[in-house]
């Protein structure tokens, strides 16, 4: 069985379809995700992934996408990991959050972490097709009534997430297993490298971040986690 389902409608309006990742764990909302994509582009390639693994085996099997539409809350991810993962293995490709959190500090770390959009899942179908035009025509989409947070006396999340951006895909990718407590050895493994290389990765890692061992690598990033103040 295939983790992944890819849904192709009929009418066509472009000499070359749009294709679209829909990353979303809940049936509904990647039905209405579909809905409005097909709104906005008729004849929309459209490949379904429930979860950030999922996602992974569609970027494999087929990186060229016009855009993923990600939802950030999935089982097996914190806070802004899979956007992170996501960009790394396709950083060329635009990656739109679709999310129920709306708090500004959320949106301007997704977006801070490289996403080309934020959209809450409170926003009516209309205008989440237009969102999705507006985001495919080189624009960046953000809900209407958002502010960036201001920045409070002795904040840092939102220099964490800058730092976090300045890092390379492959070094997303060595923060990453960082984060699931892989030593050295293991993640030169997963990425088919020298355990010299991934040492290397690790030395630009914390000093991207500021900080002096892979420990404290781990509790900043993990400031990042959108849903920590979520009851």
Do not use: W
């Not at 009929?10 to 749009?18: C, G, L, S």
């Not at 959320?106 to 977006?111: A, G, R």
């Not at 025509?137 to 960036?148: A, I, M, N, R, T």
């Not at 010299?196 to 000093?207: D, G, Q």
Request: charged content about 25%.
């Amino acid at each position: 069985m295939t983790p992944v389902s890819t849904v192709s409608q009929p009418m066509e309006v472009r000499a070359v379809p749009a294709k679209f990742l829909v990353v979303d764990d809940h049936p509904l909302f990647r039905d209405a995700l579909q809905v409005a994509i097909c709104s906005a582009f008729p004849g929309a390639q459209i490949t379904e992934a429930s979860s950030i693994a999922h996602a992974r085996d569609a970027l494999s099997a087929n990186g060229n996408y016009d855009l993923v539409l990600l939802d950030l809350t999935m089982p097996g991810t914190r806070g802004v990991e899979g956007l992170l993962e996501l960009r790394a293995l396709t950083p060329k490709t635009p990656i739109v959050v679709v999310s129920a959190a709306e708090e500004p500090r959320v949106i301007h770390e997704v977006m801070t972490c490289g996403a080309s959009g934020y959209i809450a899942k409170s926003t009516r179908k209309p205008e989440l097709a237009e969102a999705i035009r507006d985001v495919m025509s080189g624009l960046v989409y953000l809900p209407k009534d958002y502010e960036p947070p201001q920045q409070e006396p002795g904040a840092s999340d939102q220099d964490i997430a800058a730092r976090v951006a300045s890092l390379t895909p492959q070094q997303l990718r060595v923060l990453i297993m960082l984060r699931q407590g892989l030593p050295n050895k293991q993640i030169a493994y997963k990425l088919n490298v020298g355990e010299t290389t991934i040492k290397a990765h690790v030395s630009e890692i914390l000093r991207k971040l500021r900080v002096t061992s892979r420990t404290q690598a781990v509790i900043e990033v993990s400031r990042l986690d959108i849903d920590r103040d979520s009851p």
